[in-house]
């Protein structure tokens, strides 16, 4: 019964982490904004933590440089499963204006399993949500395949 | 006493970017710290080997996301110098109008995140929320909140109707009444003092020796301002740069809250000033052999473009100086001698702007 009950709340009250992974601000910013009194995701139970151990969802922003890709991995492996990663903006997801740049490996894609892309440059705050809402579904399921 | 190491970053709760400091400790009391960058350099400058100078004003917007606008009106002040380009006088004043909101909500945001610092949230949830109605106003003009996008080499390709306008100015009304109504809480509140009178002090010999830049200079007592320089539309609006003089992160987060509503008196000085005419110019051939330097006031602080041209559409050399790279050295010289506690507060309150510094 105690196990039933964890899942549920796992599924309805996911934690997220936002890691800014060499992005230019505009994605990290809407993200932020998310947060706050006009797009307000707390109201779908969602709360941003600072301690990957205490996250389910990982929001990432930016491209992977040589430098954090280590960072990122070490984040990504300290949280524990089940957890969904979600890419955020046009350098999340494929490396974007910064593609070509000398010390960009890519997208977040290359490093760690990503589960939703969001496009835009920067991604906006509906957008986010969106991305989040979809990314909910995923991890509701890996929840219920965790079993 | 023994000395205890703690590592500040590069992932961490009050910092939006990643940043690394080792900080060595005796008791809470910080005795050294020592900085870690690097976690966001991308290496935007050798884009201009591949993209043309029109392409790099797209990508100098995305050195930095919140103050983009101002990183563009630089880099297109310097090309317009080289290439000996009039700009309308209309083109000018738009750009300063969309440069003041930048710096509006660049501040509403930091003041936000400042107060997140020392665990004021619902200060925080305050000033974002003010900042949204800025974000509605870049929408509304130029089709996108964050990274604007409207300077082009030679003047900007969005323009305001008077519609628009008369609702930026009423919108802009709001604004000042909404942060008017925060002065008392940021200014004088018993808990916020407390978080940040006497913290970080940075003397006006220091900041001046150190080069500071920004409102971590002018919090210190030296006035210097960039806009003073009258670049672009400044030169025919009316204003006086914020000082204040005690040097701690009371007067940092002063001088910004007051440039926010500086900042709104100068959109209304434009405004009232906006002249009829073109857009912008056209603009033919390549910029011709030679170099400039163009500096500008961002939200941060001094913010210095290098460009050198060789004739051809590329770009020989671009060399970005931002505000933020100018202001670590003043904070790790504040930072010995303070708590671990406010650590945060006074990270926070030189505005890191990490991408910026790393590019």
Known sequence: MFGSFIKKSRAKSPWIIHFDCGSCNG???????CLTPLYDIERFGIINVGNPKHADVLLVTGTVNHRNKKVLKNIYDQMSEPKAVIAIGACGNTGGVFRECYNVVGGIDKVIPVDVYVPGCPAKPEAIIDGVVVGLGKFAQKVEEAK | MATTIIPFGPQHPVLPEPIHLTLKLEDEIVIEAIPALG????GLEKLADIRD?????????RVCGICSMIHAVCYSQGIEELMEIEIPKRAEMLRVIWSELHRMHSHLLWLGLFADAFGFEALFMQFWKIRERIMDINEATTGSRVIVSVNVIGGVRADLSPDQIRWILSEID??????????????ND??????????GVLTKEQAYELGAAGPMLRGSGVAQDMRMLGYGGYSEIDFEPIVETAGDCWARSTVR??????????????ISKLPEGDLAVKVKGNPPEGEI??????PRG????????????HLDRLRIRTPTFANIPPMLTVLPGCELADVPVIVLSIDPCISCTER
Do not use: P, W
């Open chain 1, 27 to 33: 994605c990290d910013i809407e993200v932020l904004a």
């Open chain 2, 39 to 42: 976690y966001v350099h991308r």
């Open chain 2, 53 to 61: 100078y029109h392409q790099m004003i797209y990508v100098v917007e």
């Open chain 2, 174 to 187: 709001g604004v000042e009444k909404d942060v008017s109504a925060l002065q008392d809480t940021i200014m």
């Open chain 2, 190 to 199: 018993y808990s916020v003092k407390h978080r940040t009178v006497g913290i």
């Open chain 2, 257 to 270: 809250f007051r440039e926010v509503l500086q900042s709104i008196d100068l959109v209304r000085q434009a």
């Open chain 2, 293 to 298: 330097y163009t500096r500008v006031e961002q």
């Open chain 2, 302 to 313: 001094e913010c210095v473009y290098y460009i050198r041209a060789n004739g051809t559409k």
